[in-house]
């Protein structure tokens, strides 16, 4: 689809290259004019002072017309090639009729066709095409021999094609500077422009390329800051698990949805965490809930969310369970990854958690269900505390404890 305003843009260059023919044409069209009144005076040329005359007054009706209709907002695209048509026409007339050997052919084609091309490359081209056509059949209907009018087209078209030549490249690298431009607009970063010529435009093409290449790494590094900050606003920043805030949002979806009386929390809160920072200090108290999480991660389902809400005190969200069991098998699994010793700079330690469960079991909808779920797994958590650690306990049901084992330390 279109863009409307790159639409409006080219409408809007469209005028303003009718506005400047017509410019061009009445200077033109009267010059025309003005030759044929004064061969009617003095009878300087060859041909009939109305062979001089008629293509220009054509010509100048024609362009009145065609300014009639830009003021009143009605030209079209197919306006200006008809006007270019009739202007090579009545360019190689008049050139044809002002001599036996055509001697201000030169300057009429060479000054139309070159005011051409350096607004518009396709004009000039079928200014340059029409003209050679038209300008040896006028010659040939005037009498001149063939081999002199297949000789002067030759010039002619030679001369003319050379005059637009370099305004015609310089007009196609603006555009292409244009279209470059367009692209780095869009966001595309890579777009790279020519720089063999060394010219004005060659070195603006180079300081492009820079530009270009500046905008799109100082592009990339503002997406990954950004990345990395989104990333670490709802991310534990040791563990890399999704941190208090990403649990409570994640939470609240789920609640919402229509599985949510199929949502349970576990709230996982390991056992003499502190003995571990008090023996081997904080480094190692870090990399040993770095371990806990991985393990965590390893227990759990893809789908359910392991966070770390602070400390050593860790949170799964269950989504989609059928039966309590399932929770329990979980509750069951995370049990035995953390029962395996963690091997800290080759010391073994066993550390146990003690593990609260909750379900939600209501409908949909509810806004405080999320922290009262919370607050009732956290305190069958603190129940598994009082009983013996290293066990689970399921929120309003009395589940037997799983074998404690207490930190130990092996050199």
């Given at each position: 689809m279109t863009d409307p305003r790159f639409a409006r843009e080219k409408r809007l260059t469209v005028l303003a290259r009718h506005r400047q023919s017509v410019h061009r044409r009445w200077a033109f069209g009267l010059l025309g004019l003005a030759l044929g009144l004064c061969d009617a005076a003095l009878d300087f040329f060859?041909?009939?002072?109305?062979?001089?005359?008629?293509?220009?007054?054509?010509?100048?009706?024609?362009?009145?017309?065609?300014?009639?209709?830009?003021?009143?907002?009605?030209?079209?695209?197919?306006?200006f090639w008809a006007m270019l048509c009739a202007d090579a026409v009545a360019t190689a007339a008049t050139c044809a009729m002002t001599g036996d050997h055509g001697e201000?052919?030169?300057?009429?084609?060479?000054?139309?066709?070159?005011?051409?091309?350096?607004?518009?490359?396709?004009?000039a081209r079928v200014h340059v095409a029409v003209t050679a056509v038209v300008y040896p059949i006028a010659r040939l209907v005037s009498g001149t021999p063939r081999t002199t009018v297949a000789l002067e087209t030759a010039v002619l078209v030679a001369l003319s094609w050379l005059a637009i030549a370099?305004?015609?490249?310089?007009?196609?690298?603006?555009?292409?500077?244009?279209?470059?431009?367009?692209?780095?607009?869009?966001?595309?970063?890579?777009?790279?422009?020519?720089?063999?010529?060394?010219?004005?435009?060659?070195?603006?093409?180079?300081?492009?390329?820079s530009t270009a290449e500046a905008l799109g790494t100082a592009v990339e590094e503002l997406r990954r800051s950004r990345e990395?900050?989104?990333?670490?606003?709802?991310?534990?920043?040791?563990?890399?698990?999704?941190?208090r805030a990403?649990?409570?949002?994640?939470?609240?979806?789920?609640?919402?949805?229509?599985?949510a009386p199929q949502v349970a929390v576990l709230m996982v809160d390991l056992d003499d965490f502190k003995c571990v920072n008090d023996r081997l200090g904080h480094a190692a108290g870090d990399r040993l809930l770095v371990m806990v999480g991985e393990r965590l991660l390893n227990a759990t389902r893809g789908g359910d969310t392991v966070a770390r809400l602070g400390g050593d005190e860790f949170a799964v969200l269950v989504e989609k369970v059928a039966q309590s069991s399932d929770v329990e098998i979980i509750a069951r699994r995370i049990l035995h990854a953390l029962a395996a010793p963690f091997v800290i700079d080759g010391v073994d330690l066993h550390v146990g958690a003690s593990i609260g469960v909750a379900r939600h079991g209501g409908p949909p909808g509810d806004a405080e269900a999320g922290d009262a779920l919370l607050h009732r797994a956290d305190i069958a958590m603190y129940d598994v505390k009082t009983r013996?650690?290293?066990?689970?306990?399921?929120?309003?049901?009395?589940?037997?404890?799983v074998r404690r084992r207490a930190l130990a330390l092996v050199q």
């Open positions: 060859p041909a009939p002072w109305w062979a001089v005359a008629l293509p220009s007054a054509v010509l100048l009706l024609g362009n009145a017309w065609c300014a009639w209709r830009i003021r009143a907002d009605h030209i079209r695209v197919r306006h201000l052919a030169v300057a009429f084609y060479v000054v139309v066709a070159a005011a051409y091309g350096l607004g518009l490359p396709r004009a370099s305004p015609m490249r310089f007009t196609y690298r603006l555009r292409r500077a244009r279209r470059a431009l367009d692209s780095l607009e869009r966001g595309d970063f890579s777009v790279r422009l020519p720089t063999r010529a060394l010219d004005d435009l060659g070195f603006l093409a180079v300081s492009f390329n990395a900050l989104a990333h670490q606003a709802y991310h534990d920043p040791l563990t890399g698990l999704a941190n990403r649990f409570q949002e994640r939470l609240v979806r789920a609640l919402a949805g229509e599985h013996g650690k290293n066990a689970f306990a399921v929120d309003g049901v009395q589940a037997p404890p």
